[in-house]
């Protein structure tokens, strides 16, 4: 080739290239998407709030800043508990939540958040990733225009903070309780009064005496919300959420106009929070626990043989009942029991007898 024709040949392909320059900017602007995300926490309160900003940076993140996720906590866009709605309805693109908070749709939502003496964390885990719990709570989900998937777990939570001792069964009778889901359909049963509560109104109405006592997560949550400064026994175990897992959804139709590659972005991020999540709050609780009880003088109590029992009868009976209340329902309680069959046979041989061994007065350094 002569140097003339080179030269020539090398201007056009210059020229096409920066038109294709020019034309690949805007169009690779044009394929940068907002999503609107919903919670139901408190702004960048610790542990939940902060991990719903956290499933919105590991998005932006994975996605090289195609899709960037603007957070909006409880009230800022829509109440805390409207959250579910507005994600249904299009008003917002994803949430971050629990799903017994949507109940009032269908108390089916509970078991993909927490069942009173259900699923631990792991156990969940297990059953939504590779027990079937998934397909049935895309089915739920799908009747209200959603596509939900775990993106947190607190672990186990603790029984709640009281102004009075819980000695027996009669002691729940004309309780004030803030407790939200099936758990509070349970102290209902046992004759508790119960409401539910969004979690930035908890320590005022406690304060006040609108309620006697309050569940909300566990020491690292509640040592913040300051309710050692309020209420004087602390008890535990947390029969009403023995691994509650945090959900995020997304506006079906969001979902349905994404590419494969970005689906598979939420769904990784999502996964990789909600082992996060839990690894947190693992970490922190125990710290937590020991500050408010050494340094805050909080009176730790156990809740009794007797009172786990009777609460247990009645639990069983409520998660039944609710299980009868359409097919759909029933399914997922099916489904969900024959796996806690199976957790619970596990566990005893595997977690419970290794926490038992680990007790034991042997030699070995315990900090």
Do not use: C
């Not at 109440?79 to 939540?97: I, K, N, W």
């Not at 023995?242 to 959804?249: D, H, N």
Request: zero cysteines; proline letters at 4%; a negative charge.
């Amino acid at each position: 080739m002569k140097r003339r024709e080179f030269l020539s040949g090398a201007a056009v392909a210059g020229a096409g290239a920066a038109a294709a320059s020019t034309l690949a900017t805007p169009a690779i602007a044009q394929d940068k998407r907002e999503l609107k995300m919903v919670t139901t926490w408190p702004k960048n309160f610790p542990g939940l709030g902060t991990s719903a900003e956290r499933w919105a940076q590991r998005i932006t993140a994975m996605s090289g800043g195609r899709l960037s996720v603007k957070v909006f906590a409880a009230g800022e866009l829509v109440p805390a508990f409207e959250a579910f709605d507005a994600v249904s309805s299009g008003t917002a693109d994803l949430y971050h939540g629990a799903e017994y908070y949507w109940q009032g749709k269908s108390k089916a939502f509970n078991f993909f958040a927490a069942v009173p003496f259900g699923l631990t964390a792991t156990e969940m885990n297990a059953w939504i990733y590779h027990g079937g719990g998934q397909a049935l709570w895309d089915d739920l989900s799908a009747g209200f225009n959603i596509k939900p998937m775990l993106v947190a777990n607190t672990g186990v939570q603790m029984g709640g903070w009281f102004n009075k001792e819980i000695n027996s069964l009669e002691d729940y009778k004309g309780l004030k309780i803030r407790m939200p889901g099936l758990g509070g359909e349970v102290l209902r049963r046992v004759g508790a009064t119960v409401v539910s509560l969004p979690g930035g109104e908890i320590f005022p109405a406690l304060q006040s005496g609108a309620i006697d006592a309050t569940e909300w997560v566990g020491p690292w949550n509640d040592l913040a919300f300051g309710f050692y400064k309020v209420a004087q026994y602390y008890y535990y175990p947390g029969f009403h959420e023995p691994g509650t897992s945090l959900s995020g959804g997304v506006n079906m139709d969001v979902w349905n106009g994404l590419s494969a590659e970005d689906k598979a972005i939420i769904e990784a991020a999502a996964a990789a929070e909600n082992d996060f999540t839990l690894a947190e709050f693992n970490a922190r609780n125990g710290d937590a626990l020991d500050t408010l009880v050494n340094e805050h003088g909080v009176d730790l109590r156990m809740f009794s043989d007797e009172v786990m029992t009777g609460i247990g009868n009645a639990a069983g009976e409520v998660v039944a009942e609710v299980a009868a209340e359409d097919p759909v329902t029933q399914a997922i309680y099916d489904s969900f029991v024959a796996f806690r069959s199976k957790a619970i046979g596990w566990s005893r041989i595997a977690d419970q007898a290794y926490g038992t061994a680990r007790e034991l007065p042997y030699t070995y350094k315990r900090g």
